[in-house]
């Protein structure tokens, strides 16, 4: 069974650092892109970052490009994202989420359950 | 960057059929994926590729394209099927990116 699982949010003041953690399992980790998708409380879904399976490729949407870098552990089956210089527009329900190789679309096919980042003072 | 235009709310009566679209440039040159998410969970894929649904989605749920939109309708709606709906693609701008649309609430009366 595919399991993604998220840790390492929390309450943090504006300007600090936090560091996600997204532990894999159920599935061959090294064989997958892998996403960091956000949803601010009552909002929509903001995708955030993505990182192809052997770290090759990395993006970001441009409301976090130099602030957040992902990377990934594929001995470790782990995902994570590290943010700094956290602004209280960040403070979202951070998911992790699996995406399979396709060239025609953006299909995130297991997701977890996600962790609630907190950026205020 | 490209966008994904949905419609905010939609309401379908019981065992009715409903189509919730997602209108934007990349879908000319991409599929859209949609997902389902209810209060508290998760998003769950529900569509993907032209017409393709994961494991154990309903069969009445199915995708189609034209353009610059793609549809995701449900075909006789279900109490459990009120939730909200998002589309997503990659972004055709040129940027690899990843654009989602705005979401639709689905209510089923």
């Known amino acids: 069974e595919v399991q993604l699982v998220e840790s390492g949010g929390g309450l943090v003041k504006p300007g600090g650092s936090l560091r996600l953690s997204c532990a894999a399992s159920g599935f061959t980790f090294s064989s997958y892109s892998m996403n960091w998708v956000r949803q601010a409380p009552g909002k929509g879904l903001e995708w955030v970052s993505s990182?192809?399976?052997?770290?090759?490729?990395?993006y970001y949407a441009d409301s976090v490009k130099g602030r957040f870098t992902i990377s990934r552990d594929n001995a470790k089956n782990s995902l994570y994202l590290q943010m700094n210089s956290l602004r209280a527009e960040d403070t979202a329900v951070y998911y992790c989420a699996r995406e399979p190789p396709s060239i025609t679309a953006a299909d995130f096919d297991y997701w977890g359950q996600g962790t609630l980042v907190t950026v205020s003072s | 960057s490209s966008e994904l235009t949905q419609d905010p709310a939609v309401s379908v009566a019981l065992g009715q059929t409903v189509r919730i679209t997602c209108q934007g440039d990349?879908?000319?040159?991409?599929?859209a994926s949609w997902y389902q998410q209810k209060p508290g969970q998760a998003p769950v894929l529900v569509i993907y590729g032209k017409n393709n649904r994961p494991s154990g989605i309903p069969d009445r749920f199915s995708g189609s394209s034209s353009g610059n939109t793609a549809s995701l309708t449900i075909t006789g709606a279900q109490a459990e099927d009120e939730a909200d709906y998002y589309c997503n693609s990659r972004d055709s701008s040129g940027n690899p990116r990843v654009v989602f649309g705005g979401g639709t609430k689905l209510t089923v009366l």
């Open positions: 990182i192809s399976s052997s770290s090759s490729y990395i």
């Open positions: 990349s879908l000319r040159s991409y599929y």
